[in-house]
Antibody, heavy 121, light 107 residues
């Protein structure tokens, strides 16, 4: 079964750090670009960041640039999100998603259920 | 950033109704438009890609149309399992952006 499963969420104080993981299975992880998308409580989906197949190219939302770092370990079929200098507004469920599509017509076709990050003192 | 605006934000409908959700982009995105369905506590699910292409396994009662700045998701005959929140999303340029969502509720 093709799936991605997130882990690593939890309660962290403002200014703290957290590292999320996303374990992929059922597909050749190294062939796919990957994304993180978050959803604050009761709110909509917000794209956070993406990474290409070998990790050489990344892109971030302005709201997390300089604080979050996306990376991947293709040998372990795992995607990561290192989150530093966390703020209350980073509180959300964080989903990882697989990018699919061709010729720039991309979408996110496999999603995880997410892991919850709560930033509070 | 490209702003995506959905309407309505919520709607009430009955089983068997035809439902239409609109998504407008702040600039032309040709057909770089996807639709997702999300149920409470669940992962989003891809329904439609490139504005009008049905994702594998998605029932044919779902359809998408549009190009440029104006797009539509239609459910031809609403079923009980379709009560959910629907999001449009552009992949024309980063940052990828989503509409605010349309919650489809039971009437």
């Amino acid at each position: 079964e093709v799936q991605v499963v997130e882990s690593g969420g939890g309660l962290v104080q403002p200014g703290g750090s957290l590292r999320l993981s996303c374990a992929a299975s059922g597909f050749t992880f190294s062939n796919y670009w990957m994304h993180w998308v978050r959803q604050a409580p009761g709110k909509g989906l917000v794209w956070v960041t993406r990474i290409n197949t070998d990790g050489s190219s990344t892109s971030y939302a302005d709201s997390v640039k300089g604080r979050f770092t996306i990376s991947r370990d293709n040998a372990k079929d795992t995607l990561y999100l290192q989150m530093n200098s966390l703020r209350a507004e980073d509180t959300a469920v964080y989903h990882c998603a697989r990018q699919s599509g061709d010729y720039y017509y991309y979408n996110m076709d496999v999603w995880g259920k997410g892991t919850t990050v709560t930033v509070s003192s | 950033d490209i702003q995506m605006t959905q309407s309505p934000s919520s709607l009430s409908a009955s089983v068997g109704d035809r439902v239409t959700i609109t998504c407008r982009a702040s600039q032309s995105i040709t057909t770089y438009l996807n639709w997702y369905q999300q149920k409470p506590g669940k992962a989003p699910k891809l329904l439609i890609y490139i504005a009008s292409n049905l994702q594998s396994g998605v029932p044919s009662r779902f359809s998408g149309s549009g190009s440029g700045t104006d797009f539509t998701l239609t459910i031809s005959s609403l079923q009980p399992e379709d009560f959910a929140t629907y999001y449009c999303q552009q992949s024309y340029t980063t940052p990828w952006t989503f509409g605010q969502g349309t919650k489809v509720e039971i009437k």
